[in-house]
């Protein structure tokens, strides 16, 4: 089996259908990898760990993850965003939470266009977020633009797919 980035960088992002691309575990409190620019954190909220440099935001103010150091960009994804996509696998209503109250990944929220026991695929313009659940697994994709939906979709239930034959 190839490593975990090896399947964003070449599986997903290589196949220039999707432009940001992570893998956590199935619980989302573990990150395996992620694409540059588009990270996942497990730890506090982005709430509890923001600092800014001055009272009002203005052009040029830092914000930072305190934990890391790190500026915080809009492609990181909040662990209350991952605690949002593990419930709604295990929302078993007809009409689910995530349905009515959007998709929020990178503090960006898209409108969810499908959500089922493996899958969530959401839409804001033209881009969109594909989210797909293995038995060990989920994986957050982001396809700009450009891409083709159904395209970009296709990817991520391959991988799934091929990731579920492998135990994962």
Do not use: C
Not at 12 to 22: H, R, S, V
Request: avoid cysteine.
């Amino acid at each position: 089996m190839a490593s975990w980035q090896a399947y964003v960088d070449t599986s997903l992002i290589g196949t220039g259908n999707l432009d940001k691309a992570a893998i956590f575990d199935a619980t989302g409190t573990s990150v395996w990898a992620a694409s540059a620019g588009f990270t996942v954190r497990t730890g506090p909220s982005r709430g509890e760990r923001l600092r800014r440099t001055k009272d009002l935001p203005l052009d040029g103010d830092a914000v930072t993850d305190e934990a890391a150091n790190l500026p915080i960009s809009a492609s990181q994804v909040d662990p209350q965003e991952t605690k949002v996509i593990v419930a709604s696998f295990n929302d078993k209503n007809e009409v689910k939470a995530v349905q009515s109250n959007g998709l929020h990944v990178g503090g960006e929220r898209y409108v969810v266009l499908k959500a089922d026991d493996r899958s969530l695929y959401g839409r804001k313009g033209k881009e969109g977020i594909i989210v797909v659940k293995t038995k060990q697994a989920i994986l957050v994709t982001h396809y700009p633009e450009t891409a083709q939906p159904g395209t970009a979709a296709n990817v991520v239930e391959q991988l799934a797919d091929y990731l579920i034959g492998q135990g994962y």
